[in-house]
C-alpha cells in the first residue's frame, strides 16, 4: 500500500458528498491529512440586471441544508470543512498557505462562471502546488465514451444508442476512510443563515411537491422511499408527467444537481431494484432520464461558451424581444395562460417545478412571446432548488430552437393543460389568489 503523505484540500463546489466522490477518496487514500473547503461565493448572490437575486431564497436555503449535512457527514471521517463567504480565488489559497497544503483536488468543470473561477484560484496559488482535477459528474465517464467528445452526435437518440451499446457505467468508489482524529483543524467553521446571504428565509409550502432537505441522507431516504418502501419506481414512466404531490416522479434533481448524490449512486440502485423487485419500461425510463442529464453536459463540454449565446449551438438568428412588463407578466404568473400562471407560481412559492411545466412555460416563453430565451433561463436559474447549468441551459437551448431539438417543436400549452390537467386541478390549486398573499 502507498504511504500517505502531504495535506490535501479538496474544493467543492457542485459535489456536496462523502460517497462516491473521487477527489475526496484520491485525497483521503493518498495523503496523511485532508481538509475541505465551501465556499458561499457573494458573486452568487447579488442581484442581476432584471431585479431578481442570481440564487434565491428556495434554492439558497436547500444550499444551506446541504453544506450543513455535509459537514456533519465529513465530520464522522474527521475531515474538517472550511465555509465561508468569500470569492474561492480569495479564500482558498490563504487556506493552502495557512495549513501547509501540499495537494489542491476539485471536481472539473468547464462552463464560462465556474471556468473563470478556477483559472484565478490557480493563478493565486503557490507555484509548489499539486494540482488534481476529475470528471466526477456523468453517468458515462468522458474515457468511456464510444466516441470523441468533438464527434457527439447533435441528436440524443444517436448518443443514447452508443453509449448503451458500447459504454458501462463505472462502480461506485469504495467508502471513504475515516481519517487520523488529529486530522481535524482546530477551528470550527458557520454554515451562514439565509439572512446572512442576503435574503428573506422561506418556509416550505404545505403544497410543495419537494418538501424535502438538503443533503445526502435526504437524498438516500428519498431513494428509500420511491424504489423500496413504497416501489413507485416501477411506476416511474406512467407517472412522470403528472403535476401534484411527491411522488408522480422520482424527484432525485436536486441532489444530483448540487452533488449530494452522484447519477452512478442511483443508477447501481436501479439496478439492484430490477434484480429484486421489477424491471420493466419504468426502471428503465429513469436511467433514460439519467442518460439525457450527462448529454446534456456532454454538449456543454462540445459547445463550451456557445450554450450561453443567444444564437445558441445552432448561430440561429431570430427577433427575440426582451420586453420588461412582458417579462415580468411571465415571471409572476400573470399572463393571459392559466396553466402556464399555474406552474409560474409553483415555482416563486416553492422553487420546484415538474419537468411538463418546464416544457410549457419554457416554450411559451420562447415560442408564443418571443422573449429572450436567456431571461427565463436566469430566472429558472435563480429559483429552481435543481438548477443545473448544463440541463438548464441545454433545455432552454432546445425548446428556443436554438438546441438539440430536431423538429424545432412548440408545445399548445392549452391542449398540454387539457391533456395533464384534465380537471383543472393542478391551476386551481396555484391560481388562487390566497396564494399570493
Known amino acids: 500500500m502507498q504511504k500517505r503523505k502531504g495535506i490535501a484540500l479538496v474544493w467543492l463546489r457542485n459535489d456536496l458528498r462523502?460517497?462516491?466522490q473521487q477527489s475526496l477518496y484520491q485525497a483521503a487514500t493518498k495523503h496523511e491529512q485532508?481538509?475541505?473547503?465551501?465556499?458561499?461565493?457573494?458573486?452568487?448572490f447579488t442581484t442581476t440586471e432584471w431585479g431578481f437575486k442570481k440564487i434565491e431564497a428556495h434554492r439558497a436555503e436547500f444550499l444551506i441544508e446541504t453544506v450543513t449535512a455535509l459537514k456533519k457527514e465529513l465530520a464522522a471521517h474527521n475531515i474538517s470543512l472550511i465555509i465561508e463567504q468569500e470569492s474561492p480565488h480569495n479564500g482558498l489559497p490563504k487556506w493552502v498557505v495557512e495549513v501547509g497544503v501540499t495537494d489542491l483536488y476539485f471536481q472539473k468543470e468547464w462552463t464560462t462562471e465556474e471556468r473563470e473561477e478556477e483559472?484565478?484560484?490557480?493563478?493565486n496559488l503557490p507555484p509548489q502546488i499539486n494540482i488534481h482535477s476529475h470528471y466526477d459528474q456523468f453517468l458515462f465517464h468522458p474515457e468511456d465514451?464510444?466516441?470523441?467528445?468533438?464527434?457527439?452526435?447533435?441528436?440524443?437518440t444517436a448518443f443514447r444508442k452508443k453509449c448503451e451499446k458500447y459504454s458501462s457505467v463505472r462502480p461506485c468508489l469504495p467508502s471513504l476512510p475515516t481519517m487520523a482524529n488529529e486530522n481535524r483543524l482546530e477551528k470550527t467553521f458557520h454554515v451562514p443563515s439565509i439572512k446572512e446571504l442576503g435574503l428573506s428565509p422561506v418556509d416550505k409550502h404545505p403544497h410543495s411537491a419537494f418538501p424535502f432537505a438538503g443533503g445526502s441522507k435526504a437524498a438516500q431516504e428519498r431513494i428509500e422511499h420511491y424504489f423500496w418502501k413504497t416501489e413507485k419506481l416501477s411506476f416511474y414512466k406512467q407517472t412522470r408527467n403528472g403535476l401534484i404531490g411527491i411522488d408522480y416522479s422520482a424527484k432525485?434533481?436536486?441532489w444530483l444537481a448540487n452533488g449530494s448524490i452522484s447519477t452512478r449512486q442511483i443508477y447501481w440502485e436501479v439496478i439492484e431494484y430490477e434484480k429484486q423487485i421489477k424491471k420493466n419500461q419504468s426502471t428503465y425510463w429513469l436511467i433514460f432520464e439519467l442518460l439525457w442529464r450527462d448529454y446534456f453536459k456532454y454538449i456543454s463540454l462540445k459547445h463550451q461558451d456557445k450554450l450561453f449565446h443567444l444564437g445558441g449551438i445552432l448561430d440561429r438568428e431570430y427577433d427575440w424581444k426582451n420586453s420588461s412588463r412582458i417579462f415580468q407578466s411571465w415571471c409572476e404568473g400573470t399572463t393571459p395562460e392559466p396553466f402556464v400562471n399555474a406552474n409560474m407560481i409553483e415555482l416563486n412559492k416553492t422553487g420546484w417545478m415538474s419537468n411538463r411545466g418546464r416544457q410549457n412555460v419554457a416554450s411559451y416563453f420562447a415560442k408564443n412571446l418571443l422573449m429572450d430565451w436567456r431571461m427565463g433561463a436566469a430566472y429558472f436559474e435563480a429559483f429552481l432548488i435543481d438548477y443545473d447549468v448544463h440541463s438548464n441551459f441545454g433545455n432552454w437551448l432546445y425548446v428556443a430552437g436554438v438546441g438539440n431539438d430536431p423538429r424545432d417543436r412548440k408545445f399548445n400549452v392549452r391542449l398540454q393543460a387539457e391533456r395533464y390537467d384534465e380537471q383543472g386541478k393542478f391551476q386551481r390549486l396555484w391560481n388562487q389568489k390566497s396564494l399570493f398573499e
Open 34 to 44: 485532508v481538509i475541505t473547503y465551501y465556499a458561499f461565493d457573494p458573486a452568487h
Open 119 to 123: 483559472e484565478k484560484v490557480i493563478r
Open 18 to 20: 462523502a460517497t462516491d
Open 252 to 254: 432525485l434533481s436536486p
Open 145 to 156: 465514451l464510444p466516441m470523441q467528445v468533438e464527434d457527439l452526435p447533435e441528436v440524443f
